[in-house]
């Protein structure tokens, strides 16, 4: 019986899904294209300045350069993904869509990349 | 024979359109199928970001292992077309959101306004590749038999690597950066292969446009074209800092 009441439900209530359209208005598409092309200018300027290292351990050296640039993107990316393709605005599903694929994606490249430079390579 | 004909006579009485004409019947909604239509395009992202995450996988351990070979490679990709590049990119993204904002507010010119605009700059883009391309050609920088060491084993004879004040590679490094050459044009040409077919999409969806087919509420399309679009413009956020930056210092 419930499960028939809960049916009934499912069906008289398209409002599951009868999400307004949410609409970006263009002042936060203009916002982030400058954040884009402030976050661009940066990461160029970066590239030129010697931003050193961090000698870990010995064998062990993490140089900033690359790490910054990397993060600069990711950050470009991020709004990317939230604003220009809606996922900030997105359903739940979507949401998580896009989550549990960037975690695999990391899981992916992150495994494969501990993998190979862990190994001793040439001394075995 | 005759009960398929009682069908058919029968059929316009059964479905009465309560929905938009653009709504396809097995959906409840238009917002229910909107949404369905996103959650594919989405998959389909997913699938292109792993495909392009084994190429990123690989330059970084390539680069790890061959690291002078890879620093004097990318000495020889120029900063300001990859910067005017970037610029562009980025530029054309937002021409596309806006595209998008156009459909949904079924503003019929300026979505084909902003169509046009983001084909152009999408086209600039391809235009600017190919002469950075045209220049690797001209100095045999194309991995295979042509492939030439002599900007790395004799950095003074090259105008970019004297500039960057390359040390002379020996010729294991040196050889080496034929894989660099390989990465960026697998890298490189992939991303602009996505890009020919999203101009290529743009043409028709700008012939469409102009006929209404995108301001009658229905915006689909457009929508996941930008989702297409943008996902294009953030793999070139990562392969401008990874190709060209990343080494400059």
Redesign the interface.
Known sequence: MTETSENAID?ES?EV???E?H????RI??M??LA??VG?AI??WA?????GEWRVAPGLVIFW??IV??A??CT??TL??L????VKY??K??KL??GS??F??LV??GM??AD??SRAWGRW | MSDSQVQVIAQPEVHTHEHPPYQRHHFETYAQQNDATNFAMWLFLLTEVMFFGGLFTAYLIYRNWFYQAFVAGSHQLSIPLGGLNTLLLIISSFTMAMGVWSAEMRKKGALVLCLCLTMTLGLGFLGIKTIEYGEKIEKHHVPGFHYSLQSFLDPSSDEAAKAAGDKPLPLDMARHTEVYFSLYFAMTGMHALHMIIGVAILAFMIVRAQSGAYTTGHVTFVENFGLYWHFVDIVWIFLFPLLYLISRH
């Open positions: 069906h398209p899904h009868e999400r359209h609409i970006v208005s263009p598409y203009i982030i294209l884009l092309l661009t990461t160029v590239s030129y300045v010697d931003l350069n690359p640039a990397l600069i993107a470009k990316a990317v993904v604003f220009f393709m809606h997105g359903t599903l979507t869509t896009v694929g960037i695999t994606f992916l490249v494969t990349l190979y430079f």
